[in-house]
């Protein structure tokens, strides 16, 4: 099998006397979308957070595309292919959902220590932003200033905004949260369409999305994985079932 | 719409005033008002830079009057030692203004918030007893320039309407400098940091590096300032490093509206001409002054600038 887009080996972060990430290994194939499920505490948030470098891990490595990552900082990451979302909305408020994407793509087009030329002139720029913005159905927006965007739009600009960096590598973090019941599923049929040109790391709470999306699954509990595999074999597990008890019917009855 | 054409209609008419007033000064006799405006402008050229840290970048620097110092010493010392060109003088004030603010830069941007003002406020407050410490060059007593600058023939700053308009120029020359880096790219890179730092990061941009040249550019144009000011009043000391020095620059930017092209000339103009007629009035003019910034800050929000906005807006 050839190398593994993200392969990430016995992962240890430890926050005092508790383990947030304990022994953590999985690989992401290329073209995958690996999701990555787990009830309330059980270090999603921990792990992604050293998947993007925002937090050292004690011991273990993260490797991208062969190559190791595990101590660089965040915009280096970036460099390489690996874009993300933010569990909770984190956009330019007073940029225009243009700008906010076209910055992203400037960040991967050149050095930005340019100080007289106008970027906003910059048709490349405006193009890649342009076609990022429709990408995820924002483009009438692409003149608003973000802060009187609805949350569902931030949603949608946070991955156009990741798309415009041209990444190996997505990591999406709760993509759906606080979504309504039709903008999730807008969301999930747009996943559906990037899935095609990227891989995919996704992090949610709302199963029926995820056993709609996803090739693997890995289940974290406790800060360790105790499953990993396809949709199917999840739902079978007795583990996963019992990690779950008392929402049984979560792994259950959806997909 | 109609706002911005308020405020846009106050800056032309302010912009015209300060053109024209030389010829005021001519024809009235009024040779006073000249030399209160050329201290004006000066001051609000070093308004502007620091605007562009704190209005365009979100660094509260509280010790940018250090690099009026460093720029007057410059000029100050050369000519004592016998360098009076200002070919040499005004390079030298603002490389000396650049390599200050690429140390203190680079230390003070391993800290944010308040530990930012600080840290900048304590190096301000070092260059200032260092200057005092001075002995070769006047110390505590500050440093007499018995020659300005030399611009062998193309420009006499002994003369005042000259001295104006050079710095009237080098004021309209930053501003315009500003205004073209607020919309390049690094620009847009350092106005995202002050919007979110963390998104900059995710998108890709270090973000120290950018603060940190933003930081050397804003430093190395209050150099000129500094340069300007020792011309004008022939004289430079310890005391124009003084911390309420860089409290008064702050105070003039926030007046005017922090992130605005024209906003800290707004606010130099306003708040040196207050100053200038209270003192007149009053000895205890501080006392009123106070509460008029008070005023303007708190019903002001975007000072100046964002007040002729909503006024426009009705």
């Given amino acids: 099998m050839a190398e593994p887009l993200l392969r990430v080996e016995k992962l240890v972060r430890r926050f005092g006397g508790i383990t947030a990430t304990d022994n953590v290994s999985l690989d992401v194939a290329s073209g995958e979308l690996h999701a990555i499920i787990g009830p309330n505490g059980a270090g999603k948030t921990t792990l992604i957070a050293q998947l993007t470098g925002h937090l050292e891990p004690h011991s273990g490595s993260v490797s991208l595309g062969g190559r190791d990552i595990t101590y660089l900082p965040a915009y280096r990451r970036c460099a390489l292919g690996l874009a993300r979302s933010f569990q909770i909305t984190s956009l330019l408020l007073d940029f225009t959902a243009a700008d906010n994407v076209a910055l992203a793509a400037q960040a991967h087009a050149g050095t930005s220590f340019r100080f007289f030329a106008n970027a906003r002139k910059e048709k490349a720029l405006r193009d890649a932003a342009r076609a990022a913005l429709d990408r995820v159905g924002l483009l009438h927006r692409a003149d608003v200033v973000v802060s009187r965007l609805s949350h569902g739009e931030r949603r949608e600009l946070e991955l156009a905004v990741a798309l415009a960096s041209k990444p190996k590598l997505l990591l999406l973090d709760e993509p759906m949260a606080g979504l309504g019941v039709t903008e999730s599923q807008r969301m999930v049929k747009l996943l559906q369409e990037l899935r095609k040109d990227v891989s995919i790391v996704l992090v949610e709470h709302d199963m029926p999305a995820v056993f709609a999306l996803a090739d693997r699954i890995s289940v974290l509990v406790y800060g360790r994985v105790i499953a990993s595999g396809d949709p199917a074999a999840i739902r079978q597990n007795e583990e996963v079932k019992r990690a779950y008890l008392g929402d049984q019917h979560v792994v259950t009855h959806h997909g | ?314």
């Fill in chain 2, 1 to 314: 719409m109609k706002g911005f054409g308020v405020s846009k209609a106050v800056t032309a008419l302010m912009l015209a005033g300060l053109v024209l007033l030389p010829l005021y000064s001519q024809l009235s006799g009024n040779i006073f008002i000249l030399t209160l405006f050329t201290r004006i402008v000066i001051l609000a050229l070093a308004a502007a830079s620091l605007n562009l840290i704190m209005g365009y970048g979100s660094m509260m620097s509280f010790g940018h009057a250090a690099y009026l110092g460093i720029g007057g010493y410059a000029v100050g010392i050369l000519a004592q030692e016998g360098v009076g060109s200002g070919f040499i003088q005004f390079p030298v004030a603002l490389a000396a203004s650049a390599a200050y603010a690429l140390v203190i830069g680079a230390l003070s941007l391993r800290t944010r918030g308040v530990y930012f003002i600080m840290i900048t406020l304590a190096f301000a407050q070092m260059a200032y007893y260092v200057a005092s410490g001075l002995a070769r060059y006047g110390g505590d007593d500050g440093l007499t320039v018995y020659k300005r600058s030399d611009f062998s023939g193309l420009i006499n700053l002994s003369n005042r309407t000259q001295f104006y308009y050079l710095c009237l120029a080098c004021l309209l020359g930053v501003i315009f400098l500003i205004w073209r880096i607020a919309n390049s790219r690094f620009g847009l890179v350092v106005q995202g940091l002050r919007s979110n730092e963390q998104r900059m990061q995710a998108i890709g941009f270090p973000a120290k590096r950018y603060q940190l040249a933003c930081f050397v550019i804003s430093g190395t144009m209050c150099g000129l300032a500094g340069a300007l000011l020792a011309n004008n009043t022939d004289f430079v000391s310890p005391a124009v490093m003084y911390w309420t020095r860089s409290g008064d620059l702050m105070v003039m930017v926030i007046l005017g509206g922090m992130g605005t092209l024209f906003g800290p000339v707004m606010g130099a103009v306003v708040y040196l001409l207050l100053e200038e007629f209270l003192s007149q009035i009053t000895e205890y003019w501080a006392l009123f002054m106070g509460p008029l910034l008070l005023l303007i800050v708190l019903f002001g929000r975007g000072g100046i600038m964002g007040l002729l906005g909503r006024v426009g807006r009705g």
